[in-house]
């Protein structure tokens, strides 16, 4: 159930029961305060034309009207098969954890301004003056290819079919909807609205 129809379900029958999904932060790359009060968890893939949307559009009004009260995990979701760029990406991404620039370098990778591929995300890494040896390394011994696939594995499970997906506080929203879909689940999250 999409949270905006889960939101609406609530405010006319506010004693029926809404779908939480217990989906854990597990290791993934967090941007906000763990005490913050709305964890998003969103399943992405860094190929993907609506979730490029989905950061250049709504994440930046989010953090601005949001700030500290919410929380973004990231978790790959690369759509095998359909874009062969996805996983690589998201294996280059996290090699950028390592140097402490995971989100700088997603900033990068949703921002369209190359091509995905080895020579695109060296050349963020140079520009994120990260150490090279090291970085390469970590692309060369595909470090991060289990940890991809275990994201992969585990939405599948999940039963995400889609990107992007997120849940917000368990509460699944599907595709890359606009700022006052998320501002409306998410005020009415706050304010305990929704069971």
């Not at 940890?147 to 992007?164: F, I, K, W």
């Amino acid at each position: 159930a999409a949270a905006n129809a889960a939101a609406q379900q609530a405010q006319q029958q506010p004693q029926q029961d809404v779908k939480r999904y217990d989906v854990p932060v597990d290791d993934d790359p967090i941007s906000g305060p763990a005490t913050a009060a709305i964890t998003i968890i969103e399943f992405s893939d860094y190929e993907c034309p609506f979730c490029q949307k989905w950061v250049a559009e709504v994440l930046p009004k989010l953090r601005e009207k949001y700030g500290d009260q919410v929380r973004l995990v990231y978790r790959d979701y690369p759509l095998i098969g359909l874009h062969d760029n996805a996983a690589p990406a998201a294996e280059a991404a996290n090699c950028a954890i390592d140097q402490g620039k995971y989100w700088e370098f997603h900033d990068l990778l949703f921002s369209g301004q190359r091509p995905l591929g080895r020579d695109t995300y060296e050349a963020y890494a140079q520009s994120l003056g990260m150490n090279m040896t090291d970085y390469k390394a970590c692309l060369d011994d595909r470090r991060y290819q289990k940890e991809v696939e275990a994201d992969y594995n585990y939405a599948n499970e999940l039963g995400v079919q889609s990107t992007p997906t997120f849940f917000i506080n368990g509460l699944a929203l599907v595709g890359a909807q606009p700022f006052e879909v998320f501002e409306q689940v998410i005020d009415m999250e706050l304010a305990g609205q929704i069971p």
